[in-house]
């Protein structure tokens, strides 16, 4: 099928489909000066510079509590395909924004690998969680408004529902593992309050009241006045703690001690409690608040341990609905694992992911209507009329027909569905690296923001980083970076982050080797005397000044020399604190200057998310360029 024969059958669907209102305008309130808040101790006042710069209704179901078996799979027939992909266009004008640089930096190419995208409630504005900090967007040219620097990637990214605030959560190995949470001024980014050893920040419906989740439990406060409202504290101490307000607002449900509580907000008590079911469980809420959906893994039935298996629940009586048994896998017969459950605007369906393939389930008695026996196709959502499921098929998006079940339009993009615009004409994609916003009915991008790696070949697009050699030009102005599965560098312009064009011969370019230094290693100005567990010493031959460096796991730094030979730069992570569920924190990326001849620390920079694996002094020695995974080149000084 050819482009125009393309575009017409997505407008013929677009119209058929009709539009949603969008939503009304929402101007954010104005920002309250914080009082001391009284959460006591997991609260704290953060004063931090400012940074560079309708819910449907649907029918109400009663469903009949019952306990009688799962229902029976009946797969339908494989969709098929509508159209072919192309690439995106060669001359589409694309924004190239510089990162936050950290402190103690220069300039930090690149925005990092993006984590979560969210849009304001006027739609005119993105927030962007990235693996190197927090950036607003204007959501139509995705230019860059201000942006954070993080010491950790930016997870669990909410606009507050009034629109006057952000909340994130920081985590470490890419928002696996979650640290401490923020709430910032949507207008400038600066933090108004930090809590410390937070889980996951979740605002509840409507309203200005934030829960805070840890391993001890839920703390609820008032944004507004930052008044503690209430808590619910765990008997135990339990690392896996998560919850989820009902989209009433009248319930929390708290994941704890292999089961779920579900906690009343106004007494803070818990009001009834799902059996008790396997490690890490997930619970979705329909949206209109009448049943619970629970899946976990390792659960015991009967004695006979299963992969995965899925509740519902009565969320008003806690009684159990159904017990849906999912399908083996068709290739090996072993038990299922879900991997998401996503539910319709109107909650009449869920659309269920295993590694079984994909199925619609009727979610007031668990039949099946639709299903897609792929194990590589994921669900990212419905969309916002909830006509269709995004669903990659074929390794591209496309739209699910929730009536018919049936393929009815694939995106010509190789990427993860982030976004969905009100009026579901446009949506956020992340493809090889970049965030598009794509026009439906012109089938096209509207604006693309890229980040470093644009150029790599990632079919995710959460991971796209450059690989050694990092080269200087003989001016030191220029740096070039080799991108993974490419033969050309991508060129860079240190002073202002913005590329200026690729080569694959820059020969005359200054680039030293980095050397990976062990116990025993010996040259003319240094020998490691001594390594230790978490600690190596370097002794300088010249002078015999010593100077030491911790690592992780006995691993050996890595060190490179400046251009005269008197310095030297190690690439290492340091041990900050004992690894701990509790703050999810154990080392930070770390990169020194040394003088050889004295041993003195010059400079410490203290900037990545993820391991720096490269670093370059420029010819003329004064800059000192860094790479690593989390997808950012930072060029520090050290004149």
Known sequence: ??????????????????????????????????????????????????????????????????????????????PTPVSTTYPLPDDFPVVYPIGAAPEGAIVRIGIGIILEVELSQDEQWVAVGTSTGLYLLDANTLETQWSVSTEQPVCRLNWSPDGSKISYVLGSYLCMK????????????????EFIDAHSLEWSPGTSLLAMTNIHGITVVNTDTWELIGQYMLETTNYYCDSWWSPDGRLLAVSADREIRLVDTTSFEVANTVDPLGSS?????????????????????????????????????????????????????????????ETSPDAAIMAVQGTFGNALVDVANGEILHSYLSRESPITGFTPDGKHVVLRF?????????????????????????????????????????????????????????????????????????????????DSQ???????????????????????????????????????ISEGYTDDNIQVHTMERDIIEIESLLTGATFTASHPWSTPPSLIYSPDGKRIALIYREQIAPYNVNTNSAYSNIITVWDIE???????????????????????????????????????NVE
């Open 478 to 516: 220029y740096v070039a970076g080799l991108s993974i599965g490419n033969d050309s560098y991508t060129i860079w312009e240190t002073s202002t982050g913005q590329p200026i064009g690729t080569e694959t011969d820059l020969s005359g370019w200054h680039g030293t080797q980095i050397l990976e």
């Open 1 to 78: 099928m050819n482009t125009k024969s393309l575009f017409s059958l997505i407008l013929l669907i677009t119209v058929l489909a009709g539009c949603t209102t969008p939503a009304p305008t929402i101007e954010p309130s104005p920002t309250m000066e914080p009082d001391t808040p009284t959460a006591a101790e997991s609260v704290t006042d953060t004063a931090q510079s400012t940074p560079t710069a309708t819910e449907t209704a649907a029918a109400t179901i009663t469903p009949t509590p019952t306990n009688t078996p799962g229902p029976t799979y009946t797969p339908s027939l494989t």
């Open 178 to 193: 979650n640290s401490a949470g923020r709430v910032a001024d949507w207008r400038t980014g600066t933090t108004i309050r």
């Open 598 to 636: 004295t041993g003195e620390q010059l400079y410490r920079f203290v900037g990545h998310t993820a391991e720096a694996y490269a670093v370059a002094f420029s010819p003329d020695g004064t800059r000192l360029a860094s790479v690593s995974a989390d997808g950012s080149i930072v060029i520090w």
């Open 281 to 341: 469980p997930q619970v979705v809420f329909t949206a209109d608040s009448n049943y619970i959906i629970v899946y976990a893994r390792n659960t015991h039935t009967s004695g006979v341990s299963q992969m995965e298996v899925m509740y519902v629940y009565d969320a008003g009586s806690g009684e159990l609905v159904y017990r849906f048994e999912l399908p083996k896998e068709e290739e090996t017969g072993w038990p299922s694992m879900i991997d998401s459950v």
């Open 394 to 474: 074929g390794g591209y998006e496309s739209l699910w027909n929730v009536e018919t079940g049936e393929i009815d339009a694939i995106f010509p993009l190789t990427g993860t569905v982030l976004e969905w615009f009100s009026d579901g004409q446009r949506f956020f994609i992340s493809h090889r690296g970049m965030l598009i916003q794509w026009d439906i009915p012109e089938n096209q991008p509207n604006s693309v923001l890229a980040s470093i790696s644009a150029s790599c070949p990632s079919l995710s697009g959460r991971r796209c980083d450059l690989e050694s050699p990092l080269l200087w030009s003989p």
